[in-house]
């Protein structure tokens, strides 16, 4: 069983960047590919990039590509999403996502451990 606890959101203004990092518990994170999910209000969980278990490989959501960066560090137990050129609405709460066969998915229902989220505020 994996952990997670995300944390670096905040405010921050249109064009401007933030790092979100994400810690993860428990046995052999490097088994497990990770992913980076947001949730507005009022809409529904979105994708936003993935990265396997070696970090070699990474998916991103189209409206990201360029702009985010996964990145993980498996001696450390971490994973991070380094966010640049932020807009407004990217105005969510970030989670990020364990999925323990491997697959680094933009799947949400294929993810098995979640964190509690990290709010992140873009303002104009």
């Known amino acids: 069983q994996v952990q997670l606890v995300e944390s670096g959101g905040g405010l921050v203004q249109a064009g401007g960047s933030l790092r979100l990092s994400c810690a993860a518990s428990?046995?052999?994170?490097?088994?497990?590919?990770m992913g980076w999910f947001r949730q507005a209000p009022g809409k529904e969980r979105e994708f936003v990039a993935a990265i396997s278990r070696s970090g070699d490989n990474t998916y991103y959501a189209e409206s990201m590509k360029g702009r985010f960066t996964i990145s993980r560090d498996n001696a450390k137990n971490r994973v991070y999403l380094q966010m640049n050129s932020l807009k407004p609405e990217d105005t969510a709460v970030y989670y990020c996502?364990?999925?323990?066969?491997?697959?680094?998915?933009?799947?949400?229902?294929?993810?098995?451990?979640w964190g509690q989220g990290t709010q992140v505020t873009v303002s104009s």
């Open positions: 428990g046995s052999f994170f490097s088994n497990y590919a």
């Open positions: 996502a364990a999925e323990r066969g491997g697959y680094y998915t933009g799947l949400d229902h294929k993810y098995d451990y």
